[in-house]
């Protein structure tokens, strides 16, 4: 087989990366588009020794889980992977993926796994549940300047005025400053030639208070006329937060650290649960709001809380978890890289009035040993880290802590594996398992999980 050859294939799996894989004669062919159950024509994209890359020519019998995607631009725009494929089936995939990762890098043993796993929490509406964008700004092919999403791993921009994911507002936010944009002929930022003034545009939104927060990410110290283009923002009703933040750097990170706020807050509140939360536009914050709160409750039945514990919340963001934590411990420190973040968190404490949590501003790994004797003993742990996971002398200094539960958040099943290998070899055992959808229509998994100290 070489490229450009047109084969037939069955499609039979999915990669973690959301494409079809088919087999021609034991060779793994991973077809972009492809959905399991198709049978189609693949063309040939690339070859290497033990496996091949293809693209669909004509399907020539659809999946029965096949579904016409929602959004016009589903394809080139490559965000939602998934949105071919019956939400159904999605969660299906989901779970295999959670427990594939268990099994083949964590090890865990097949009869532990079918007891501990539990299904996964899939959302009622998989659509507009997204409470955060960022858009680059930028020109398309024929100049005009346009909202959208980076194609593949280019710079072009595909124009998306309405993500089927996010909320309907966003379209009215971007073309607003847009049109600013065009009316004072600013030039928007262009990645190549490091040139040009707006870069991105921030929209997050509170789903249980509806306030709006604005961010235009610049490359410079202000932007022309910006109280024309503030007075077009705050027709919005709910516009809670404008701020600028400039970001000056030749990079691909999407926020500046410093922000200046224009009008109104520097934050915006959302509800998760019984508690507010203030949001700044540099703080981590999770983007489906309702999922969110599933996700946090099962946290908190797994920490088993019965008001005496002292409790560690490691990756803690905005104290979203410490503080459901506090309604039931003695005590909860939390630990977050990000100060603003962290200041964030200090004022939820006060404004949810709880006065049983600490936070601390550093990397996990650091913090914690540094303040375990101040402490003492903590019976439970959450961590919550990004998709790089734990490092791995964070969970040796947990191991000899000897929590008796370790609350595992996770937001990328292989890395979550990786450790809970690292934790059952060192005296714990995986008790529960529950992916929450917080994605849907893309491949990302959330995962909750338990472990408790094995008797010795
Ligand atoms: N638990 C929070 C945040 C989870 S996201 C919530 O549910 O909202 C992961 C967080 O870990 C981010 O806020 C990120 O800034 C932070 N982080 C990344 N590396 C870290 C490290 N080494 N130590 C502490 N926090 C870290």
Redesign the pocket.
């Known amino acids: 087989m070489k490229k450009n050859d047109v084969v037939k294939v069955t499609i039979e799996d999915i990669g973690i990366n959301g494409e079809g894989i088919g087999k021609i004669q034991n060779y793994p062919l991973f077809v972009k588009g492809g959905i399991p159950g198709d049978e189609i024509l693949a063309r040939i994209t690339k070859t290497k020794k033990t496996y091949g890359y293809g693209r669909v020519e004509e399907i020539l019998h659809p999946s029965p889980d096949r579904i016409e995607p929602p959004c016009p631009i589903a394809e080139p725009c490559g965000g939602c992977q998934l949105q071919a494929l019956s939400y159904e089936k999605q969660l299906t995939f989901k779970e295999k993926t959670v427990k594939g990762n268990l099994e083949r890098i964590g090890k865990v043993p097949s009869p532990l796994l079918e007891k501990v796993m539990n299904p996964i929490v899939g959302m009622e509406e998989p659509f507009r549940y997204r409470n955060k964008a960022a858009y680059p700004i930028g020109r398309n092919r024929d100049g005009r300047i346009v909202a959208g999403f980076y194609a593949g791993r280019t710079h072009q921009i595909i124009p998306v005025d309405d993500c089927l994911l996010g909320k309907k507002e966003n379209k009215t936010i971007l073309n607003k400053i847009i049109s600013h944009v065009e009316k004072h002929q600013i030039e928007p930022y262009d990645e190549v030639g490091h040139r040009g003034l707006i870069r991105h545009v921030l929209i997050r939104y509170g789903e249980k208070t509806g306030e709006w927060m604005v961010s235009i990410v610049i490359n410079g110290n202000t932007i022309p006329k910006k109280e024309e283009l503030i007075e077009a923002l705050v027709e919005i009703q709910g516009m809670t937060s404008i701020s600028l933040s400039v970001n000056k750097k030749n990079t691909n990170v999407i926020m500046g650290n410093e922000i200046i706020t224009i009008w109104g807050q520097e934050y915006i509140t959302d509800k998760i649960g019984d508690l507010s939360f203030q949001i700044s536009p540099l ?4 983007v489906n709001q309702k999922q ?1 709160e599933k996700l946090y409750n099962l946290a908190l039945t797994y920490a088993d809380l019965k008001g005496k514990e002292k409790v560690w ?6 104290g ?2 410490s503080l459901f934590l506090a309604q039931k411990a003695e005590m909860v420190y939390g ?4 100060p603003e ?1 962290i200041e964030n968190a200090k004022e939820n404490a006060k404004i949810n009035g709880l006065a049983n949590a600490r936070f601390y501003v ?4 650091e913090v914690l040993p540094a303040h375990i004797k101040e402490h003492g003993r903590a019976e439970v742990i959450v961590v ?3 998709r790089k996971g734990c ?1 791995e002398s964070l969970l040796e200094t947990m191991v000899n802590m000897e929590p008796e539960r370790i609350v595992y ?1 996770s937001c990328d099943s292989a890395t979550l594996a990786r450790d809970v290998k690292y934790l059952r070899e060192n005296g714990y055992e995986l008790r529960e398992v529950t992916p929450v959808d917080q994605f849907g229509m893309t491949v990302h998994v959330e995962c909750v999980c338990l472990m408790t100290r094995k008797e010795t």
């Open positions: 703080a981590f914050y999770q969110t919340d490691l990756y803690c963001g905005i979203t978890i630990v977050e890289v990000v973040a550093g990397k996990a790994e919550d880290p990004p490092a958040v």
